[in-house]
């Protein structure tokens, strides 16, 4: 394994034997403050795989909070789940040991795999740790729901991009994956009118969708070639690779998942292909705005009125793009790293 071709300021390797903790903290970068991203657990196929996963993940993390205008870096911690491990209290609280030592140079929270009740273990041993009981985002699923909520906008932005009306009414839009963001994204769209496709791997959430929105039902295999205005991957990433790309039956992909892109080189196809891609770290950052928004003492509101930003930054993405004659992918990443530079 080459550790030294990813890029990160600091790669932990955590382990504690006595628990079966084996975790990964990648600290990509904390020139905005310290590095803020949430804990992922789950089984890989191997170590290298792990890595890769922490690294790009916290990669993301730092372009997001960059180009979201907030005060942290990017970071994440990946678990490792393996069989025989102690019950998971024992899992949490040895990894906020480790979280600790670092002194909060890294922040963790709740990702795919983990949950509220994880966090309040990981808070009985530090105070870096987001996403406990109590806090602004565990409260009725609001850090899913202002996710949705920026997506929301950033379907509108893309509309007008392409359209020149950002109305929702009547346009198709096929939603990837209806669990937290998902749902809560065909809700804000159906109160705007869209008309809605959606598919996921669960059936009762495919059908308590088509109760709730009238949404009509979907294939998971069927969903990306689906003909629509908007595709909205809200499950998992990766999504748009070489096998998809040629399928894809939408004029814009606009979605929740984290790092879409399988490279950035797909970032370009779907430029060339004349299709309008909303970089994902722009549009997804409604969850880690309300993180950072709790940690600096805001509300509720205060969250709300950052996520409703992520409509202008979009926009500014788009210009940048046209100005530049780039694709929006690259000009997401140029604002970035302009940001990160100053
Ligand atoms: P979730 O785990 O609640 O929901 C994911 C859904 O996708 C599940 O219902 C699952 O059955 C479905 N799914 C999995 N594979 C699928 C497939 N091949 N086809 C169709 N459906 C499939 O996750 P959540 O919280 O809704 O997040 C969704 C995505 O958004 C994830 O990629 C996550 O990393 C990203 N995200 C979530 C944020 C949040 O606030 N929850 C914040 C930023 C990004």
């Not at 030592?101 to 309040?120: E, F, P, S, W």
Request: aromatic share 6%; charged share 20%.
């Amino acid at each position: 394994m080459d550790l030294w071709q990813h890029q990160y300021e600091q790669l932990l390797f955590l382990q504690d034997r006595s628990v079966g903790l084996k975790a990964i903290i990648a600290i990509h970068n904390t020139k905005l403050g310290p590095a803020l991203g949430g804990c992922r657990m789950r089984h890989y196929a191997s170590d290298e795989e792990a890595v890769a996963d922490a690294v790009r993940l916290a990669q993301g993390m730092t372009y997001k909070s960059a180009v979201s205008g907030l005060p942290y870096g990017g970071g994440k911690a990946v678990i490792l789940s393996m069989p025989g491990q102690s019950p998971r209290e024992q899992i949490f609280w040895a990894l906020g040991r480790h979280i600790q030592t670092l002194q909060g140079r890294y922040i963790t929270g709740i990702d795919l795999g983990t949950a509220v009740t994880d966090m309040d273990w990981v808070r009985l041993e530090t105070p870096y740790v987001t996403d406990t009981t109590g806090s602004l985002g565990a409260a009725g699923d609001f850090t899913a729901r202002m996710t949705a909520y920026g997506v929301f906008l950033g379907i509108r932005a893309s509309l007008k991009r392409v359209y020149g009306s950002d109305s929702i009414q009547n346009k198709a839009v096929a939603v990837q994956g209806l669990g937290k963001v998902g749902y809560q994204l065909c809700r804000y769209l159906k109160r705007a009118g869209a008309r809605l496709i959606v598919a996921d791997m669960d059936p009762l959430r495919v059908k308590k969708a088509a109760d709730d929105f009238g949404a009509s039902p979907r294939r998971p295999q069927d969903i990306l070639a689906e003909p629509c205005d908007v595709f909205s991957p809200c499950a998992l990433g990766g999504i748009l690779n070489d096998f998809t790309l040629g399928r894809l039956g939408c004029r814009i992909v606009a979605g929740a998942a984290n790092n879409q892109l399988a490279e950035v080189r797909h970032g370009e196809e779907l430029h060339r292909s004349g299709i309008l891609y909303a970089p994902d770290y722009v549009i997804n950052a409604g969850g880690i705005i309300v993180t950072s928004v709790e940690l600096l003492g805001g509300d509720a509101a205060l969250a709300r009125q950052h996520v409703e930003k992520i409509n202008d930054t979009l926009t500014h993405v788009f210009r940048i793009a046209d100005a530049e004659g780039i694709s929006p992918s690259a000009a997401a990443d140029r604002l970035a790293e302009v940001i990160l530079k100053n």
